[in-house]
């Protein structure tokens, strides 16, 4: 039995631990080594070097097809000066997300195949960017990478509610964010957008994520729509599943916004099945 009312969206990303986990301190130090003068690119690079793990990821990831530089890169200042200092702090966090929800119960949804599936939209996200010439399109990365961050708050916090939602979109054969918003009263968007908000994420990554399913309703409305057509791609590719088994509509506002030309779908499809397992190499394999 569940409860009579379902947890508020605040009280559940208020259970969510705030620590970014091991990578926390590094984070800390980059952030105090970016505000000396006496700082440069060996500084940070020297900072990463100090965690092992981190510095295995950052070279599997700088070295991978996601990135296509013609050279070997192989240390973490070569990484750090090509890359960038902001893309950088973005896949430590990414990484350090990943890390605190690795405890969630399989039982409803298959991490692998959740993760799989997140991974797959933001290298989508971030394709599309750079079709479109947009700046930073890391940053798209990173929006895609979290988008259904949601869903694994609600799984981790509210399991009762979670197997309640499920057992609706199962028996009605409705969408799952439907579900959620009848069972609920509210959806996967909004959590996540609660939940980045209290981590200070950028404005326009909290808009991109909160209203990946409703472009058109965001603030930041071109960062929502590249993140809204990345995932409806990968739905339609069928690669990993956050939980949703059907295809969800694609805003024809959202597809006009970004112009995506239909004769590159073939060269999309082909470039994320080129990157998708060093990018899970790099954030999934420790």
């Not at 970014?20 to 940070?44: C, D, K, R």
């Not at 729509?225 to 059907?246: C, T, Y």
């Not at 112009?259 to 099945?273: C, K, M, Q, S």
Request: hydrophobic share 45%; with cysteine; aromatic share 6%.
């Amino acid at each position: 039995m569940t409860p009579s009312a379902p947890p508020s969206i605040k009280a559940m990303v208020q259970a969510v631990p705030r620590s970014l986990g091991s990578y926390g301190p590094v984070l800390e130090e980059i952030e105090l080594a970016l505000q000396s003068p006496q700082s440069n690119i060996s500084t940070i690079g020297e900072v990463i070097q100090k965690d092992l793990d981190l510095t295995a990821r950052l070279l599997r990831l700088a070295n991978s097809p996601f990135y296509g530089f013609s050279s070997r890169l192989s240390t973490v200042a070569e990484a750090v000066s090509l890359l960038g200092i902001q893309q950088v702090q973005d896949m430590i966090i990414a990484s350090s997300v990943l890390e605190q929800f690795k405890g969630v119960p399989d039982t409803l949804v298959n991490k692998d195949s959740f993760w799989r599936h997140c991974i797959a939209v933001g290298i989508t996200a971030r394709l599309l960017a750079m079709e479109r010439r947009l700046p930073r399109p890391d940053k798209f990365f990173v929006a895609g990478l979290l988008h259904d961050i949601g869903r694994l708050v609600l799984l981790s916090q509210a399991a009762e509610w979670a197997q309640a939602v499920f057992a609706l979109y199962q028996r009605e054969k409705m969408l799952l964010r439907d579900a959620e918003q009848k069972v609920l009263g509210y959806d996967h968007q909004q959590i996540a957008a609660e939940l980045l908000q209290s981590w200070s994420y950028p404005p326009a990554l909290v808009q991109a994520v909160a209203f990946h399913h409703a472009p058109s309703l965001s603030g930041a409305r071109l960062d929502a729509s590249v993140v809204h057509v990345a995932d409806h791609l990968v739905n339609a590719m069928g690669i990993g599943s956050s939980g949703e088994q059907f295809i969800p509509p694609l805003d024809e506002r959202a597809w006009a916004l970004v112009g995506l030309n239909t004769d590159i779908l073939g060269r999309l499809t082909e470039a994320v099945d080129a990157q998708i397992l060093a990018v899970e190499e790099a954030f999934l394999k420790h």
